[in-house]
Structure formats: structure tokens, C-alpha cells
């Protein structure tokens, strides 16, 4: 028995999001496609285990996965041969073989994802799918300080989508790197990991900072209370992308 582990970028738009669904009449998932072109290639059924269950139109650039199969096919040919029957906006990058005992999820030590804004006045045609606009003018040296808050180990409860529980809510993150890049303003957050929905709402909190309704001290606030409403709206998960997963 062969564990591999694939390297997967996707266009998220259309797709309601990574993890397969159980309903009858849903929209397609990454990783239903992913499982059907395996079984074309393999002819028999996998399971596909992700690094993170991205959202309904979140994008990646490097979703790490993996699954277990016998089968003596190459390593090229399993990446040709589900790139063969994936559709074009999902690829497979790389294909490599891993211990038996590797858990794309439970063996992450981070994730790093890129929030990419449209600032300008008039909306881009080319960056709908991959941005969210924003036409108000927004202050960077605000959304940078705000940022500096929320670097470290700590509680981002008022950071979590409501109504989802986890065994904690605390977690680290390393760094947020905010770079202009006209028109676009991009939010690279780096964390040990990510609570649902933590990702958008702090950029969505970072955006009400550069939009002056927030103060940048305000964040402390947000974070010392815990309560989801005090922080900013859910940006949309068009603008989010899933960069690198760190094992």
C-alpha cells in the first residue's frame, strides 16, 4: 500500500468548495473531482484527505492532500494521469510518495494564505474572480498597525464564524504582511492554523481599519471581548487563496 501525497492548485470559482458533500442535487467539489478522475485512473475508488476544507469559491495555489491506493503506476503517471481527467480548473502540480503514517491535515504545523483586495474605483473585469473590491481609499500605515495586534498566540474567537465550535480557539499567528501592489492590496497571513472562516473576517476587519470605521487599537478590543459581531464582516472567499501548506 503506497500513501502519496499531491500538491493541488484550483480555480475555486463554481465549486462548492474542497470537501465532498453528501447531499443530492449539490455543486461539485474539489476533492469529488479529485476522487473521480482517480477512479478513472486507477479503477477503483480513493480517499482523498486535504490539509484544509476551503470554503465554497476560495482558491489555492498549493492544497496539499493525500491517499492511499495499491497500485504500481509512476509518480508522473498518477500526476498526467489525474490532470488527464480533472477539469481545467482544478490541476494536480505534484505527486510524491510519503510515509503510510502521513495525515495532510494532522500533520500541518501551518498554513499560509494570500487575501487579495481590488482598490480602485472602478471594478477589473480580469480580477473579479480572484479579488474582492473595495472602491473606498484605504490606509495602509492603519491596517498595518491593526495587524501587529493580532501577531502571537492568542484567542480569535471574535474571529470565528458563529455557531462553530472547536475545542479552542486559540491560535498563533506569525505574521500578517500587508503589500501594495496597485491596483491590488494583498493580506498574506501566516498561522499554525486556521479557525472557520478566521481568515476572511480578519480581513474583513482589516478593510473597516483602512476604511477608517475602525480604529486600529480597536482590534485589541476585538480580541480581549470574544464576540464574533465586534469584529469586521466576512470578506468574500473569492479574494482568498490557500498559498502553502508547511509540514
Known amino acids: 500500500m503506497r500513501n502519496i501525497k499531491l500538491i493541488i492548485e484550483y480555480d475555486g470559482s463554481g465549486f462548492n468548495g474542497w470537501q465532498a458533500q453528501v447531499q443530492k442535487g449539490r455543486l461539485r467539489t474539489i476533492q469529488e473531482e479529485i476522487e473521480k478522475a482517480a477512479k478513472k485512473l486507477f479503477g477503483k475508488k480513493i480517499s482523498l484527505t486535504g490539509a484544509s476544507r476551503t470554503d465554497s469559491g476560495v482558491h489555492a495555489r498549493a492544497q496539499a492532500a493525500n491517499f492511499r491506493i495499491d497500485s504500481r503506476l509512476s509518480l508522473d503517471k498518477v500526476k ?13 502540480v505534484s505527486a510524491e510518495e510519503v510515509p503510510v503514517k502521513f495525515h495532510s491535515r494532522f500533520n500541518s504545523k501551518g498554513k499560509l494564505y494570500k487575501y487579495t483586495i481590488l482598490n480602485r474605483q472602478t471594478r477589473s473585469p480580469l480580477l473579479e ?12 500605515p492603519d491596517m498595518k498597525k491593526a495587524a501587529r495586534y493580532l501577531v502571537g498566540k492568542k484567542d480569535f474567537k471574535s474571529f470565528q464564524a458563529m455557531g462553530k465550535k472547536e475545542k479552542s480557539s486559540v491560535r498563533t499567528i506569525k505574521r500578517i504582511d500587508i503589500i501594495s501592489r496597485p491596483p491590488a492590496i494583498e493580506i498574506y ?15 474583513g476587519t482589516l478593510i473597516e481599519v483602512g476604511r477608517g470605521r475602525f480604529r486600529p487599537e480597536y482590534v485589541k478590543e476585538i480580541l480581549e ?5 465586534l469584529a469586521g464582516q466576512t470578506a468574500p472567499a473569492k479574494g482568498l487563496c490557500l498559498e502553502k501548506v508547511f509540514y
Open 80 to 92: 498526467n494521469g489525474l490532470n488527464n481527467y480533472l477539469p481545467r480548473r482544478i490541476s494536480v
Open 129 to 140: 474572480r480572484y479579488s474582492a473590491f473595495v472602491p473606498y481609499n484605504l490606509s495602509l
Open 189 to 203: 497571513m501566516e498561522a499554525d492554523g486556521f479557525l472557520y472562516n478566521m481568515a476572511r473576517n480578519i480581513a
Open 225 to 229: 471581548k470574544k464576540q464574533r459581531p
